[in-house]
C-alpha cells in the first residue's frame, strides 16, 4: 500500500526559505508522476510542482523561478525547496503520487508572516 508522509512545514518571515519532504512507502518514487499540491485558506487546492518518472519537472507559474523540486531515489524522497517565500505562499501543502491511481499525503502547514 502505497502511503506519502510530508515533512519541513513551518512558519517563516517573507522572504525566506523552506524545505518541504515527502516519504513514499510501498512503492518507487522514480516510478510515480510525483507533485506537490497547495490549499490556501479560502481557496481551491491548485498544483505547484511536478517532478515525473523520467524526471522532468513543470511548475506553476506563480512559484518558477522561487521554487525547485527534486527527488533523491535511494531515500525514495520528494523535495520541494521554497525560497522567496510570500504571504500568498501559505497553505497546507500535500504530496501527490500518481502511477493509476491518486495518493496523496496529509498535508504540512507552510505560514509565511508578513
Known amino acids: 500500500q502505497v502511503q506519502l508522509v510530508e515533512s519541513g512545514g513551518g512558519l517563516v518571515q517573507t522572504g525566506g526559505s523552506l524545505r518541504l519532504s515527502c516519504i513514499l512507502s510501498?512503492?518507487?518514487?522514480?516510478?510515480?508522476?510525483m507533485n506537490w499540491f497547495r490549499r490556501a485558506p479560502g481557496k481551491q487546492r491548485e498544483f505547484v510542482a511536478q517532478?515525473?518518472?523520467?524526471?522532468?519537472?513543470n511548475y506553476a507559474d506563480s512559484v518558477k523561478g522561487r521554487f525547485t523540486i527534486s527527488r533523491d531515489i535511494a531515500k525514495n524522497t520528494v523535495y520541494l525547496q521554497m525560497n522567496s517565500l510570500q504571504p500568498e505562499d501559505t497553505a497546507v501543502y500535500y504530496c501527490?503520487?500518481?502511477?493509476?491511481?491518486?495518493?496523496w499525503g496529509q498535508g504540512t502547514q507552510v505560514t509565511v508572516s508578513s
Open positions: 501527490h503520487a500518481y502511477r493509476s491511481y491518486n495518493y
Open positions: 517532478i515525473t518518472s523520467d524526471d522532468s519537472t
Open positions: 510501498g512503492g518507487s518514487i522514480n516510478t510515480y508522476t
